[in-house]
């Protein structure tokens, strides 16, 4: 372990994480971190815009997806309806941003408004025909990179990672400190930095 984390890890001992879990945390981070920079740019994506030629950008993409509700990403059965609050909920943005991005999307007709089967007085998205085959070339796009990059994979390291990555994805939410030693060293923390921030 290099010696610039042997004060961090000799903290973390302290709140009870010794130093194979510290070392495995480092490492974690350090693949995450590679990895958000990379979903950040939103790679994949960028590149099924350029290679399938569409004139759309990253936000227009996303809120489109939203209109499609892949089951994959929203369930079976998501809300019956699409709405442009639900845009601005599954995308967390402001719904004004969500009203702006769905009327363009209806301007260059990948979008319709449609009146609710369930309340006649409210307005609803729906895909186009040219909506739905922008769609549909965007998934079946990424899939065929995702699919032939898991073709080395075995079905057990598959079966494996899936709930793995799966119950790891929850971690940053994780708030059992049944101790109380993290809660504590939180508090240090912030005792530590108070004079450089105040």
Known sequence: MPDRDKDLTSKLAQAGIGEDLSQSALELDAIMQHWRRRVVKRELGQRAIADLGLDLDMALLDALMVVSAPANEFGEDPEPEIMV?????????????????????????L???????????????????????????VRHYKFLILGNFLKGWSQEELAAFIPLLERFSAWSEASEDPTGQIAAEIARLRNSVSDTTG
């Open 111 to 137: 979008v319709r408004r449609a009146v609710s089967q369930v309340d006649a007085r409210r307005a609803v998205l729906e895909l186009t025909e040219d909506g739905a085959r922008v769609v549909r070339a």
């Open 85 to 109: 609050s639900t845009v601005a909920t599954r995308l967390g943005i402001d719904p004004s941003r969500a009203s702006r991005l769905t009327s363009e999307l209806i301007r260059i007709g």
